[in-house]
C-alpha cells in the first residue's frame, strides 16, 4: 500500500465564545431617517440554536446567504445551485433564498483557526438577520484548517448559528488528484453538510424523532449513506459516502427531525 490515506473531517463544530458586540446606528441627522438597526448579536450564538428560525417561516420568510470569498477560491456555481436546491427542499422560505458572493483579497494567512474566521466575519460580513430576512454566512478559505493534522484534513466548519467556513484550498487540492470526487461533489457535500449543522442536526438544536445519533461522534447520524454521517473515521475516504459520484442526501430519519423542527 503506498496510496497516502486520507481522512476527511466535514465536522468540525466548533462554537466561538460570543463576544458582546452590539452596533446600532443613531439619527443620521438626515431629516430625522433613523437608519434600521441591526442587531449583530442574533448572528453569534450557538450552532443548532437558529435551526427552528431557518427551517420555519414563523419568524423570517426569506433568507440571504452570503459567500465571502478570498479570490481564485469560489465555489462553483453548480456548488451554489445545489445548496440552494438543498436548502429549497427543507426551509419554508416562501419570500425566496438569494445569494451574495463578495470577493476579497487574500488576508495572508497560512492557516485559519475558526477564531481567525469569526475575526474575518465581524470586520467583513455585511448581512444580518433583519425583519423577515435571516441571514447566513459563509467563508471560502484560500488556505487550510489549524486542525489539519497528518493526513486528517478539515473541510469545513460550523462555528455559530448562522456561520460556518469551508476550506475551498484543501478541497481544491484533493479535487484535483486522480480517483477523488469532484469539486462540485465535494463543495456541494461540504457546503450542505454544515448547513444541516445549523439546521441542528443532530440532535443539536433539532430534537431527534429517533434514535439516529452517533453519539461517538458527536453530532452526527449513524445511517451510514446519510449527509450526516460521521467520515472521519471511516479510516478511507469520502467513498464511504459519496458512491457513484453523487451528494449523500439526507436520510428520512434526518429529515423526520427537520420536519418536526418546523422543516419540510
Ligand atoms: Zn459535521
Ligand atoms: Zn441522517
Given at each position: 500500500?503506498?496510496?497516502?490515506?486520507?481522512?476527511?473531517?466535514?465536522?468540525?463544530?466548533?462554537?466561538?465564545?460570543?463576544?458582546?458586540?452590539?452596533?446600532?446606528?443613531?439619527?443620521?441627522?438626515?431629516?430625522?431617517?433613523?437608519?434600521p438597526?441591526?442587531?449583530?448579536?442574533?448572528?453569534?450564538?450557538?450552532?443548532?440554536?437558529?435551526?427552528?428560525?431557518?427551517?420555519?417561516?414563523?419568524?423570517?420568510?426569506?433568507?440571504?446567504?452570503?459567500?465571502?470569498?478570498?479570490?481564485?477560491?469560489?465555489?462553483?456555481?453548480?456548488?451554489?445551485?445545489?445548496?440552494?436546491?438543498?436548502?429549497?427542499?427543507?426551509?419554508h422560505?416562501?419570500?425566496?433564498?438569494?445569494v451574495?458572493?463578495?470577493?476579497?483579497?487574500?488576508?495572508?494567512?497560512?492557516?485559519?483557526?475558526?477564531?481567525?474566521?469569526?475575526?474575518?466575519?465581524?470586520?467583513?460580513?455585511?448581512?444580518?438577520?433583519?425583519?423577515?430576512?435571516?441571514?447566513?454566512?459563509?467563508?471560502?478559505?484560500?488556505?487550510?484548517?489549524?486542525?489539519?493534522?497528518?493526513?486528517?484534513?478539515?473541510?469545513?466548519?460550523?462555528?455559530?448559528?448562522?456561520?460556518?467556513v469551508?476550506?475551498e484550498?484543501?478541497?481544491?487540492?484533493?479535487?484535483?488528484?486522480?480517483?477523488?470526487?469532484?469539486?462540485?461533489?465535494?463543495?456541494s457535500?461540504?457546503?450542505?453538510?454544515?448547513f444541516?449543522?445549523?439546521?441542528?442536526?443532530?440532535?443539536?438544536?433539532?430534537?431527534?424523532?429517533?434514535?439516529?445519533?452517533?453519539e461517538?461522534?458527536?453530532?452526527?447520524?449513524?445511517?451510514?449513506?446519510?449527509?450526516?454521517?460521521?467520515?472521519?473515521?471511516?479510516?478511507?475516504?469520502?467513498?464511504?459516502?459519496?458512491?457513484g459520484?453523487?451528494?449523500?442526501?439526507?436520510?428520512p430519519?434526518?429529515?423526520?427531525?427537520?420536519?418536526?423542527?418546523?422543516?419540510?
Open positions: 500500500m503506498t496510496a497516502k490515506k486520507i481522512l476527511w473531517l466535514l465536522l468540525l463544530v466548533v462554537t466561538v465564545s460570543t463576544g458582546v458586540v452590539s452596533c446600532s446606528s443613531d439619527d443620521n441627522g438626515n431629516g430625522g431617517i433613523t437608519p438597526e441591526i442587531d449583530e448579536t442574533l448572528n453569534r450564538q450557538t450552532t443548532g440554536s437558529s435551526a427552528r428560525d431557518l427551517l420555519s417561516d414563523e419568524k423570517y420568510s426569506r433568507i440571504v446567504l452570503e459567500i465571502l470569498y478570498v479570490q481564485g477560491y469560489e465555489p462553483n456555481a453548480a456548488s451554489v445551485e445545489n445548496l440552494k436546491d438543498f436548502l429549497g427542499e427543507r426551509m422560505k416562501p419570500d425566496g433564498i438569494d451574495e458572493m463578495t470577493a476579497i483579497e487574500s488576508p495572508g494567512d497560512t492557516v485559519y483557526s475558526v477564531e481567525r474566521v469569526a475575526e474575518i466575519e465581524r470586520e467583513l460580513r455585511a448581512n444580518y438577520n433583519y425583519e423577515d430576512e435571516i441571514a447566513v454566512f459563509v467563508f471560502f478559505a484560500d488556505q487550510k484548517s489549524d486542525q489539519d493534522e497528518g493526513n486528517k484534513v478539515v473541510l469545513g466548519a460550523a462555528y455559530w448559528n448562522t456561520s460556518f469551508i476550506y484550498s484543501t478541497i481544491q487540492d484533493i479535487a484535483a488528484r486522480t480517483g477523488t470526487p469532484s469539486r462540485t461533489v465535494l463543495e457535500t461540504v457546503m450542505q453538510h454544515e444541516g449543522h445549523l439546521l441542528g442536526l443532530v440532535n443539536f438544536g433539532t430534537d431527534l424523532t429517533s434514535d439516529h445519533q452517533d461517538d461522534h458527536g453530532h452526527h447520524c449513524d445511517v451510514e449513506d446519510c449527509l450526516m454521517y460521521y467520515l472521519a473515521e471511516s479510516g478511507g475516504d469520502l467513498s464511504n459516502v459519496i458512491s459520484g453523487s451528494i449523500p442526501e439526507l436520510d430519519l434526518c429529515i423526520a427531525d427537520l420536519q418536526a423542527n418546523g422543516g419540510k
